[in-house]
C-alpha cells in the first residue's frame, strides 16, 4: 500500500520495481533509436569520425604541425602517411558497422541515462542530498566525455601513428585488421571516460569521510603503480608507449582527486 510522507506519496515495493521498469524501457528505447541513426549515417561516421585517425589529415597531426611550425620544432610535425586496413572475415565489416552503430550511440547517450538513474533516485533523497547527487551527475558526464575527448582526440591518434607505423624491417609491412583497430579505439575511449571520474568518486568518498587528502597524498607512490597496471590492462597492445600515453592523464586526474577531497576533508574535521 501506499502511504503520505511529509506531503508526498511513497510508493510500495512494486510501485517501484514498475517505476524501475518504465526506467530500464525508456533507456533501451532512446538507446534503439540513437543506434538506428547512427547506423543509417554510415558513410558520415565511418570516414569522418571512426577512421579519421588513420590519415595524417587528422585535426590532431595538423595540430602538433602548427604548434612545431610555431615553435620551431619540424620534429613535431609527422610525415605524411595513410594506414590502410584490411577484413579477413567474411562478416568483418557488417559486424563493424554494428558494433560502432552501438559503441557510439552508448557514449552519446550517457547523459540521458544518468538522468533517467537522477529521476528514479531523487524521491528517496532528502533536498540536502538533492543537491550535492545532482552536482554528481552533472560531473560525471562533463568528465565522461572529457576522457572521450581526451582519448579520441589525442591518445588514440598518438597510439595509431605510433603503433600503425611502426616497422621492424621494411620487408615486414603492416596490415591491421579492422577488428583490431576498432577493438583498440573503443577499449580506449570508454575506459578512458569511466577512469576520468575518479575526481568524481574522490569526492563522493570524501563525503562519506573515507578518504581524505593526507591519505591520498601519502599513497601517492602506491596510487602511481596501481595506475599503470591499469593503464596496462585497457590498453589492447602491450607496448609501454601506449601504457604511459594512457597512465599520464590518470595520474593527473589523481592530483586533481586530491585538489578536490582538501576542502570535503576540512569540512569533516570541523563537523568534529
Known amino acids: 500500500m501506499s502511504e503520505e510522507v511529509d506531503g ?53 597531426y595538423q595540430a602538433l604541425c602548427s604548434l612545431g611550425n610555431a615553435i620551431n620544432l619540424p620534429g613535431f610535425c609527422p610525415e605524411s602517411f595513410n594506414i590502410e586496413l584490411i577484413n579477413i572475415n567474411l562478416a568483418g565489416q557488417f559486424l563493424a558497422h554494428i ?4 559503441s557510439i550511440a552508448l557514449i552519446l547517450i550517457i547523459p540521458y541515462i544518468l538522468f533517467e538513474i537522477w529521476r528514479f533516485v531523487q524521491p528517496a533523497l532528502y533536498p540536502n542530498e538533492k543537491s550535492h547527487v545532482g552536482f554528481v ?32 624491417s621494411s620487408l615486414v609491412p603492416n596490415q591491421i585488421a579492422v577488428q583490431s583497430y576498432l577493438g583498440t579505439l573503443y577499449i580506449l575511449t570508454f575506459s578512458m571516460g569511466v577512469m576520468f571520474e575518479m575526481p568524481v568518486l574522490a569526492y563522493l568518498l570524501s ?19 596501481i595506475l599503470l597496471i591499469l593503464s596496462a590492462l585497457v590498453t589492447p597492445t602491450t607496448d609501454p608507449f601506449t601504457m604511459m600515453v594512457v597512465a599520464l592523464p590518470l595520474y593527473l586526474l589523481y592530483e ?17
Open 207 to 225: 563525503k562519506l569521510g573515507l578518504i581524505h587528502k593526507d591519505m591520498l597524498k601519502k599513497v601517492r607512490s602506491y596510487a602511481f603503480v
Open 256 to 272: 586533481l582527486s586530491i585538489l578536490v577531497c582538501k576542502r570535503k576533508t576540512v569540512d569533516v574535521e570541523e563537523d568534529e
Open 8 to 60: 508526498e506519496k511513497s510508493l510500495s515495493f512494486w510501485e517501484h520495481l514498475e517505476v524501475l521498469r518504465w526506467t530500464i524501457f525508456r533507456i533501451l528505447i532512446a538507446v534503439a533509436l540513437v543506434v538506428a541513426f547512427i547506423f543509417t549515417a554510415k558513410e558520415f561516421v565511418f570516414t569522418k569520425i571512426v577512421f579519421a585517425p588513420l590519415s595524417s589529415d587528422f585535426w590532431f
Open 137 to 168: 551527475f552533472l560531473s560525471s558526464s562533463f568528465l565522461f566525455y572529457l576522457g572521450v575527448a581526451a582519448s579520441y582526440f589525442v591518445i588514440f591518434p598518438l597510439t595509431v601513428r605510433f603503433l600503425g607505423t611502426y616497422e621492424v
Open 99 to 102: 558494433g560502432a552503430s552501438f
